[in-house]
Every structure is written in C-alpha cells, then in structure tokens.
C-alpha cells in the first residue's frame, strides 16, 4: 500500500475524519480527551488513531505518562499538491492570461 493510499483510507472514514476535526481545533489531545467526543470504545478510538497514525496524518509524543496526539497536515497537502493543484492550474493560468489580456487593450 502506498503513503497515498494509507491516506485516502484514513480520509475514507467520518469518524477518522472527526478526529482530525478535534486535533485542529485543539492540538495535542490525550487518547481520553479524544474518546470523550466520540460514543465509541477506548479500543474503536484506538483502532482509528492508529490508521491514522499509519497513514502519518497523526503524531504522538509522550509527555510523562500522557500520550499526545498532534495533527500532521503534511500528508493532505501533498495529496492536495498531487491531485487538486494539477487540475486547478490551466484553470488558473488562463484566468491570469486573460486578464492579462484585457488589462493590455485599455
């Protein structure tokens, strides 16, 4: 499986994609904190984070006997790079292109 398929499957859940949604507004969260928001086992949690985790969209650090969970956007933003940029850029480039254009002829 390749870095971007770990990524699309850890996007592929609603429930993955809400822990996501917690980490951004709040960075830093304990496994506890996480599960508080969600009405799931401490083991369904864990199973998410760790596909997370695998996919390098979530990074741990602990901090004495507390496991952090923090947000890594890297994984999306080259997902982002890869797949929405190439399809966006013509689009761009020919807006910019005839503005330019139009600017010239006044």
């Known amino acids: 499986m390749t870095d971007d398929d770990r990524v699309f499957k850890a996007l592929a859940d609603p429930t993955r994609r809400f822990l ?3 980490l951004f507004a709040r960075d830093g969260r304990t496994q506890s904190e996480l599960e ?10 864990a199973k998410h984070l760790k596909v ?3 996919a390098g969209l979530v990074v741990t650090r602990r901090v004495g ?3 952090l969970h923090h947000l890594n956007p ?4 080259l997902i982002h790079d890869r ?5 966006t850029e013509p689009r761009l480039s020919a807006l910019t292109d ?9």
């Not at 508080?36 to 949690?45: C, D, P, Q, T």
């Not at 890297?74 to 933003?77: G, K, L, S």
């Not at 005839?98 to 006044?106: I, N, P, W």
């Open 74 to 77: 890297v994984p999306i933003r």
């Open 20 to 22: 996501l949604d917690l």
């Open 52 to 54: 997370l985790e695998d």
């Open 98 to 106: 005839l503005k330019a254009q139009l600017e010239s002829e006044e």
């Open 83 to 87: 797949w929405i940029d190439k399809y």
């Open 36 to 45: 508080a928001e969600l009405e799931m086992s401490r083991f369904g949690v």
């Open 65 to 67: 006997r507390e496991k």
